[in-house]
């Protein structure tokens, strides 16, 4: 019904900089809330940035200053512009989203099947 696809990550130095995107397609009305996740082995998955419908931001104390989600309303796509990425920013990292759909008509959230990063010591 929903489907979130990722893109952007991969292999990088320390110190460089990816951005990853995420792009929402289907029966969508609005897209609410979105956020990016990431999970790295023996870590639990955590929330790192989130935007709100109507702008407003918040990240993980780790990434702050580093990393800037913003969105794009009329390709319905989130964004994660990742600078100075350190080797413990290495995770995989998902998209989700607060979508409300029609056919039918429902509030739920969705997830993208994650994308790798990768950042060398």
């Known amino acids: 019904q929903v489907q979130l696809v990722e893109s952007g990550g991969g292999l990088v130095q320390a110190g460089r900089s990816l951005r990853l995107s995420c792009a929402a397609s289907g029966s969508i009305v609005s897209i609410n809330a979105m956020g990016w996740y990431r999970h790295a082995p023996g870590n639990q998955r955590e929330l790192v940035a989130a935007i709100t419908g109507g702008g407003t931001t918040n990240y993980v104390d780790s990434v702050k200053g580093r990393l800037t989600i913003s969105r794009d309303n009329a390709k319905n796509t989130v964004y994660l512009q990742m600078n100075s990425l350190k080797p413990e920013d290495t995770a995989v990292y998902y998209c989700?989203?607060?979508?409300?759909?029609?056919?039918?008509?429902?509030?739920?959230?969705?997830w993208g099947q994650g994308t790798q990063v990768t950042v060398a010591s």
């Open positions: 989700n989203a607060g979508v409300t759909t029609n056919n039918p008509l429902r509030w739920n959230d969705y």
